[in-house]
């Protein structure tokens, strides 16, 4: 038996997300919806900033 896959697929409107689900249903495939939002832009680029400065040793230790 292959293992199962994962399928992310991002709707722009709830009536994309409810033609999905009746889909999914239909062919009887299990799937989960999430609210969950992806990071914010503008925070990742301080992560990756700070990460820049670590790797560079542009820091100060406490």
């Given at each position: 038996?292959?293992?199962?896959?994962?399928?992310?697929?991002?709707s722009?409107?709830?009536?994309?997300?409810?033609?999905?689900?009746?889909?999914?249903?239909?062919?009887?495939?299990?799937?989960?919806?999430?609210d969950?939002?992806?990071?914010?832009?503008?925070?990742?680029?301080?992560?990756?900033?700070?990460?820049?400065?670590?790797?560079?040793?542009?820091?100060?230790?406490?």
């Amino acid at each position: 038996m292959k293992s199962p896959q994962v399928v992310i697929v991002h709707s722009s409107s709830q009536s994309q997300s409810d033609a999905l689900k009746a889909f999914l249903k239909a062919l009887k495939i299990k799937f989960e919806f999430s609210d969950e939002e992806t990071y914010n832009p503008e925070f990742v680029e301080k992560i990756l900033e700070s990460k820049r400065q670590i790797k560079e040793r542009k820091f100060t230790e406490v």
